[in-house]
């Protein structure tokens, strides 16, 4: 099944460049040694030099000079708990906050020497899949639906206190979100949002005014059981964007993984072509010369050249989550017991 994918992409590519004259990325993964075993589930690249992630164990991890050393924190208390929303500023101040209920919300302001907890909520049913910062000061959180609604939480002074936005639309029957890479959350300076559901329905929220209303559009990316579904969305504008997914415990099967948008997430087109696999991260890389989108799953990964309506292979294995250096055409993977690298498109 996967060579089947593989072939028409590369076909496609190659035929895209002779018209075009566009040379093919060569995208290389330069593994990284990180000193744990620990799943990472989310990353955050300030630059090509400040790098943060968050895993489980209670593990948040740090490089300030590109990846070569890490500066490992173990949050006091957190041992059984998994980290996978993180927001970073700096290489000083960052933030992090658990799927476990009670949601403890921890900053840091001295680089991980030290982490302070700032807010917890308590409400049976919290399990928070993803956060997202448009700015210095406002923020989104996002967790499983509680009475029939998703569980959105919104900051407006950088993290220290959250409230529920409470005028979302109803969910479906066995709606859900995924916690797999921290980016079923996009979320724009303008004040735009999209976040991503999956499970019995795949849909898309939206919102236009830093989240506190919010419209909802069907997907066309597999559902019907709790395992399919949107994983992940990535928009490089207003207008742009692209999601992934699949079924997570049937990561080969290949159809309805992907899609694009156009016009701000109002309608979605399939890819024509396919990535390879269930693909649990989306995002964007782009410089002044030139831009693509990585799709990144446990089984691999794939790029594509235009915005989405095509994807092809690129040979890496056992990471969940990417994240650029802003403006560059590198950035960074992480994944399974640890796993890190450094990504550079050429």
Not at 137 to 155: C, E, N
Not at 159 to 188: D, H, M, Q, V
Not at 280 to 289: E, L, P
Not at 305 to 326: F, H, M, R
Request: aromatic share 10%; charged share 20%; hydrophobic share 40%.
């Amino acid at each position: 099944m996967r060579t089947k994918s593989i072939l028409p992409s590369l076909i496609l590519l190659i035929l895209l460049s002779a018209c075009s004259n566009t040379k093919l990325p060569l995208i290389t993964f330069q593994p990284l040694q990180t000193g744990v075993d620990a799943e990472i589930r989310a990353l955050q690249v300030i630059n090509e030099n400040v790098v943060w992630a968050s895993a489980s164990k209670g593990t948040v991890l740090l490089s300030v000079d590109g990846g070569e050393n890490w500066k490992v924190s173990r949050i006091e208390g957190e041992e059984q708990n998994e980290f996978r929303s993180l927001h970073a500023w700096d290489a000083k101040r960052a933030m992090v906050v658990g799927i476990q209920n009670p949601a403890r919300f921890y900053l840091t302001v001295d680089g991980g020497e030290s982490w302070e907890m700032v807010f917890v909520l308590n409400q049976e049913g919290l399990f928070f899949n993803s956060m997202k910062f448009a700015d210095d000061q406002h923020g989104l959180a996002l967790s499983d639906p509680i009475d029939d609604r998703f569980y959105v939480v919104k900051t407006n002074d950088g993290g220290l206190t959250w409230n529920r936005i409470e005028n979302l639309p109803a969910i479906e029957k066995g709606e859900a979100n995924f916690a797999a890479s921290n980016t079923c959350i996009e979320y724009l300076p303008s004040g735009e949002a999209w976040f991503v559901t999956g499970g019995q329905v795949a849909r898309v929220f939206k919102s236009i005014d830093h989240g506190e209303n919010w419209s909802v559009m069907d997907a066309p990316i597999i559902d019907g059981n709790q395992n399919s579904g949107i994983y992940s969305v990535a928009f490089n504008n207003s207008k742009d964007g692209v999601m992934s997914g699949g079924t997570w415990n049937n990561p080969e099967a290949n159809k309805e993984l992907a899609a694009w948008t156009k016009d701000g997430g109002t309608t979605w087109q399939l890819s024509q072509t396919m990535p390879g696999a269930f693909r649990s991260c989306v995002q964007y890389f782009g410089n002044s010369a030139r831009s693509l989108y990585l799709a990144m799953g446990k089984t691999g990964c794939d790029h594509s050249l235009d915005k989405g309506q095509n994807w092809a292979p690129v040979d890496c294995e056992g990471y969940y989550t990417i994240s650029s250096v802003p403006g560059q055409m590198k950035g960074f993977a992480a994944g399974s017991k640890g796993r890190m690298a450094r990504v550079t498109i050429e």
